[in-house]
């Protein structure tokens, strides 16, 4: 069965640095996201990405964030600057059609910003 | 405006036991609705879904959901539990691609099976 894979596994990172969180989503899929899920919270959406743009995105995405589709396989999402606030499992999802929902997820990356 | 309460953030049952998980949702739009489910370390997979169908959903290992229109409701349920079924799950309502293409996750409810 296709899957979405979610590369590091877990990534530790000094506060203030720049970290790349990294994504293959489902070959024929058209639609990428990234949500978190900060420990004993509920998984958030951050932003949805389709047609080499961002389509949606949440008041947490701010400047500090930016995503990329640089190749035809590759999803990324960085943070320029991490806070401590930033650490979380981060999880990509690629979709084929919104309108008929049907989100397969990765096994995140789980961030800690030390 | 879309969101999904979980009624209960843990909920323990021994092995071989019906297995019950609530959840109510709240929609604007006609909705469409998920179970998902984490085990320890691993991603989130997608249980059942209902997308304005038939109102009772069957799913993966044995799952199924009713969805309840007059209750806004959307329980997640199991005649009989088996071990491997501990996990977190989350009931999900989803955002129309015209007014935002997203998920809005419930809070969560952590199963507990008893041997």
């Known amino acids: 069965e296709p899957e979405v894979t979610q590369t590091p596994s877990h990534q530790v990172t000094q506060m203030g640095q720049e970290v790349i969180l990294r994504c293959v989503p489902i070959?024929?899929?058209?639609?990428f996201y990234w949500y978190r899920q900060i420990l004993g919270q509920k998984v958030e959406f951050l932003v949805s990405?389709?047609?080499?743009?961002?389509?949606?995105k949440s008041e947490i995405f701010d400047d500090q964030f930016s995503v990329e589709r640089p190749d035809g396989s590759n999803f990324t999402l960085k943070i320029r600057s991490t806070k401590l606030e930033d650490s979380a499992m981060y999880f990509c999802?690629?979709?084929?059609?919104?309108?008929?929902?049907?989100?397969?997820f990765g096994s995140g990356t789980r961030l800690t910003v030390v | 405006a879309q969101s999904v309460t979980q009624l209960d953030s843990h909920v323990s049952v021994s092995e071989g036991t019906p297995v019950l998980l609530r959840c109510n949702y709240s929609?604007?739009?006609?909705?469409?609705l998920f179970w998902y489910v984490q085990h320890p370390n691993k991603g989130l997979q997608l249980l059942l879904k209902?997308?304005?169908?038939?109102?009772l959903v069957k799913g993966i290992n044995g799952f199924e959901a009713e969805f309840k229109k007059s209750e806004t409701s959307f329980h997640l349920t199991k005649p009989s539990a088996h071990m491997s079924d501990a996990a977190e799950y989350f009931c999900?309502?989803?955002?129309?691609?015209?007014?935002?293409?997203?998920?809005?996750f419930g809070a969560g409810t952590i199963l507990r099976v008893k041997s």
């Open positions: 209902y997308t304005s169908a038939a109102t």
């Open positions: 070959s024929n899929h058209l639609y």
């Open positions: 990405f389709y047609n080499n743009e961002i389509s949606e």
């Open positions: 999900v309502v989803s955002v129309p691609k015209e007014y935002g293409n997203k998920l809005v």
């Open positions: 999802a690629s979709s084929s059609n919104p309108d008929s929902p049907g989100y397969t």
């Open positions: 929609s604007s739009y006609s909705p469409s």
